[in-house]
T-cell receptor, first 115, second 111 residues
């Protein structure tokens, strides 16, 4: 069964360091999302791609976060410098994006701890 | 933007009983409402969804209902089992084709 792949599963980093997460969506899925999930809360959208283009990054803290999807397939989310408040689960999801009712499938996430 | 409210935040039931989780949304243009189950340390897993052209959908022990006029939708789990214990999230698709999530319901099914 096709699935969204994310790596690493866990990451511990010191504050002020740089950290990067990788996501490989389900093959053929044009839409890719990065969500952040703080413990005990629901996922919140950080950035949305349609192919290689950013559709929505209004909630992305652009002073320290960046995201790219250069070839319209896999994607990287970077944080530099990391802050204590960035500790969370970072989830990637993908969908075909062909209509407003297509399912979105999530990866297992990357659990980030900033110390 | 889209606001999704979810209740209750925690729910404890005995094995075999039913569990109901309710959500409301604010954007009348939303027409897709999925439910996700999230187990500890894992990503959310889609378990069922409903589109605005239907009022109810059932898949074995799980059912969802949608009332577009009142802007609320619900998840019903019948004959609950211990393996149903997890956090459940409702969501609504916004005008930008991204999901807005509720805060989650932690369901505990006790034997």
């Amino acid at each position: 069964e096709a699935e969204v792949a994310q790596s690493p599963r866990y990451k511990i980093t010191e504050k002020s360091q740089a950290v990067a997460f990788w996501c490989d969506p389900i093959s053929g899925h044009a839409t890719l999302y990065w969500y952040r999930q703080i413990l005990g809360q629901g996922p919140e959208l950080l950035v949305q791609f349609q192919d290689e283009s950013v559709v929505d990054d209004s909630q992305l803290p652009k002073d320290r976060f960046s995201a790219e999807r250069l070839k319209g397939v896999d994607s990287t989310l970077k944080i530099q410098p990391a802050e204590l408040g960035d500790s969370a689960m970072y989830l990637c999801a993908s969908s075909t994006g062909q209509s407003r009712t297509t399912e979105a499938f999530f990866g297992q996430g990357t659990r980030l701890t900033v110390v | 933007g889209e606001n999704v409210e979810q209740h209750p935040s925690t729910l404890s039931v005995q094995e075999g009983d039913s569990a109901v989780i309710k959500c409301t949304y604010s954007d009348s243009a939303s027409n897709y409402f999925p439910w996700y189950k999230q187990e500890l340390g894992k990503g959310p897993q889609l378990i069922i969804d409903i589109r605005s052209n239907v009022g109810e959908k059932k898949d074995q022990r799980i059912a969802v209902t949608l009332n577009k006029t009142a802007k609320h939708f619900s998840l019903h789990i019948t004959e609950t089992q211990p393996e149903d214990s997890a956090v459940y999230f409702c969501a609504a698709l916004n005008s930008g084709y991204a999901l807005n999530f509720g805060k989650g319901t932690s369901l505990l099914v006790t034997p």
